[in-house]
């Protein structure tokens, strides 16, 4: 059961500052903050951008932002905003589906197919029985024998709970992502072949999904739109070639990921930020999601509409005046958050432990101490420089360090009417090694 | 942001414990902890009591031996209560920091099996030590971010201090000669202490640089030569600081070893003659005489036999005005080798006799199986045989009693002595199987 929000008592206020799940749209807790974080609506944005598109073009955009700093809410605010507009949003949550450790191009277009194929039995949109046949045939040609196929569909059965109820052409593609996703030694095998088959694959795809957009518009959508979300949780790895995998995937492949014929957003690595190349590959410019915005960029001065949302975000989930001693501890969290949303509720989460009535002094100072050793744990001695270069100069010098800590979250990125500037985590500063050298 | 933040020292904090036995008493369906705790041996009372403290079950799992972290964990959740906690033990050993490559493996598994860890629907806590949880979070950072707390567990006192007493209790010698497993134990036990004792009283450097000069000897006992020199180098800073004088020379004096060891000659020179410098300074006649025996060897591998008969004759004359019949008994067999390689097999034997009947006498057992060796190889160079292979006999089977690695190279040697009528090359051979001291 739902508890009621803002909830009453220690325990449950535990329960309601949860850091890690993504407010689906309509929920309670949901305070707009697009106002204190430099002006942008996201999904009024894009969804603006979509529909200035001329007919027979595609809107290409890829969104960033800080783990945690509310990319899911807003990619399914944006989702929900579409639908309203007319559009038919197809929500793709890459960590469910693919193996984020080791992802290509091609298992994207894969899961694409998968997730449009699923929406589109949901809206009891029937795709023709020829072009379902060519995929499959396709597949079941390029990709496996009848004897894998079965063995394949013996496993999905176990692993997935998918019954032969399902069509033929989504078990073909769950078995694709499940092999995709499982780590076998199959999916080099599945990669090679479907690389080979690349302009086959990509012309039999946009076969089904341009007649998906025509099946569409007769049931009175606008058009198709992929948000795929979770791509920005892929593994960093540099790669032999000097490129790392997060560019081998966006910048390299950006033609691949681009030719799909719909409208995509794809969420990107803030670490890919400063690739120059990927603006080449990727024309309109990347949207960042920015923290909340707490003070003015001189640091001291407080911006008190972006404090005072980020005080509404616990307030819509815990009754403040029953659950902390005083409201002022409040106050306290929300600073040493630094504008981010995620810390904030982990901040939340960390003072209820040892507090029983109430949230006091001591449990808030003790959760702020404990995220201070989370992050400068993360810190290496080797960032401190660039670390004061950052805390004096408020701006974040576009090179692959910056990347990595702004990635961590050690830099956190700021914007308003008058630009974007960057600080370091306020809870580095209390770490021994720091705060001697950029003052409190 | 510009906080006003109080020091950390002055903050009035809630005990970890406490924090840690709360989290897993809210914890509902998934949840990610780590916890920190640097010495198993405390970390299994500390497990006791939370259990008898939280009115839930709990699960145990060591991944120390599994293959792989994650199926070991989703196996006993599947068989665990629906309410139950997962305590995790042992990623570290999955971590390993000589085998980079495996390490990076485990860890990107981590950072993309997060959804799957979440889909277990049970609270896991992660026991680490320190060094473990800095790689989980900088190198995972997606997994690490999940967390819904860290819990730093810091070991009392007393217990502190009789694992401390535990772990300096064995002298290096008998260390050296333990079993590998046991080594490696003892190892992660100080690794542990090292991590704890981190604080800034005299007591604690005190005992860091004990820890540090520990861990370094028996990574050097292991073969682990860079993380015993990077050990030694960790002690020698401490000493400084410290400013241990004796303890700076008898460290520059195992740095030396180390780089002789290694055949870096040039660099134990320096290392020797830095200590050497120190402990006259000091008037420690004991360490004047241990590093010039050492000087002597370094000149006599580089071949400067007079050097090094007048630096062995230094180190005698200290040793013997000390009363120090090990050291003695270690210089004449030196001054054996040194008489052999200038050919003069007469004076050769006498100081190994000497050195043997000494060794005898303190039932030093390891150095009379080396010196019976090294005296079995002047008999087979003078031609006689039948006594060479009655001694090599005799050192190999002291060899194999101590489970010395020299026993393969005397059973080698007997082998030869055995054919050696028939073979000229055997005399070359010989020499570069020449046996080394302790």
Redesign the interface.
Known sequence: MDPIYPVQTVDEAYHACHPDLALEAGDPRYIPLTSVRGGFDLPVTITNNIRRTPRGYFHQQLVTGHRGCGKSTELKRLQTHLREANYFAVYVDAEALLDLGDVTYLDVLVALTQELEQALRGENIRLPPSLRKNLDQWFANVILTEEQRRDVERALEADFGVGPQVPALARMLAAITGQIRSGSYRRVEIRRQLEQNLRVFVQRLNELVDDARVRLTRKGWNDLVFIVDGLEKMHYAPLPDGQSTHSALFVAHAEQLKSIHSHVIYTVPISLVFNANLGDAFPDPTLIIPMVKITEPDGRTLYEPGRKALFQVVARRVDVAKVMESEDLVWRLVEASGGSVRDLMRLMRLACYGATDCIRATHVETAIRELGREYDRLMQDDDLDLLIFIAQERRVPGNERSARLLHLRLVLEYQDDSGRWANIHPALRLSPRLKDRVGA | ????????ET?????DR???A??LR?A?GFALFFVRCNVPAYRAELVAHLKAQLARPVVEVDLEGEPDAYPAVARAAGSSAEDAVLFVYGLEHHLPSGDPERAQQTL??L?????AYQRLGRPLAFWLPEYA??MV??EA??F???????F?IEVPQPQREALLADALALPDEAEASLPVEEKRARLRLLEGLWEEYRGESLAERQARLQVALKMARLHESLGDYSQARRLYEESLHIAEELGDRAGVARVLHNLGVLAQQQGDYGRAWQFYEESLRISEELGDRAGVAQTLHNLGVLAQDTGEYSRARHLYQESLRIAEELGDRAGVATTLHQLGMLAQDTGDYGQARQFYQESLRIKEELGNRAGVAITTAQLALLEEAEGNLERALELITRAEELFAGLGSPYRELARRVREWIQRTPALESALEEHHSARLDPE
Request: charged share 30%.
């Open positions: 942001m510009e906080v006003a933040v109080q020091p950390i903050l009035v904090v809630v005990d406490e924090r840690l709360h989290a809210l509902r990107r598994a950072n993309w099996r997060r959804a949880l800095a979070a900088r950072p997606d690490y971010d999940w967390n819904s707390g860290v730093e």
